[in-house]
């Protein structure tokens, strides 16, 4: 199989971002994800439902995020929640934008220094 070109993907939308950033430490439902964002950004960005499932369903179509058939202990979860977790993909496209994002800051901090002089 031939390897994706994790370039095609970046820069990454905001929300696809921040989608994939909550998987980054393991698998998560939709609401999981909406939470862990809203307080990861101190409220500064909110994924509304409409915003988030719409996202999660063309990062499947773009093979970033997969659905999981794994499951917690049935006392902790409720059968109607869908589980989702990066790819392998998805992990090398998230790290490429993250690598592309410090970079950004990078330039900005040289920037800053050349007018602070």
């Known amino acids: 199989m031939a390897k994706v070109d994790t370039q095609k993907f970046l820069p990454l939308k905001s929300q696809w971002f921040h ?10 439902h939709g ?6 964002v809203l307080d990861r950004t101190q409220g500064k960005v909110r994924l509304w439902p409409a915003t988030l499932y719409g996202s ?5 179509e773009a093979d970033l995020i997969e659905e999981s058939d794994e499951r917690p202990e049935p006392e902790l979860d409720d059968a109607r929640r869908r589980y989702y977790r990066l790819t392998r993909l998805g992990r090398r496209v998230l790290d490429a934008e993250c690598e592309r994002l410090q970079e950004l800051v990078r ?11």
Request: glycine share 10%; hydrophobic share 45%; aromatic share 4%.
């Open 56 to 60: 999660i369903k063309r990062l499947i």
């Open 19 to 28: 989608i994939m950033l909550s998987l980054a430490g393991g698998e998560q």
């Open 31 to 36: 609401y999981g994800i909406m939470r862990e």
């Open 107 to 117: 330039t900005i901090q040289l920037k800053q220094a050349m007018v602070t002089r």
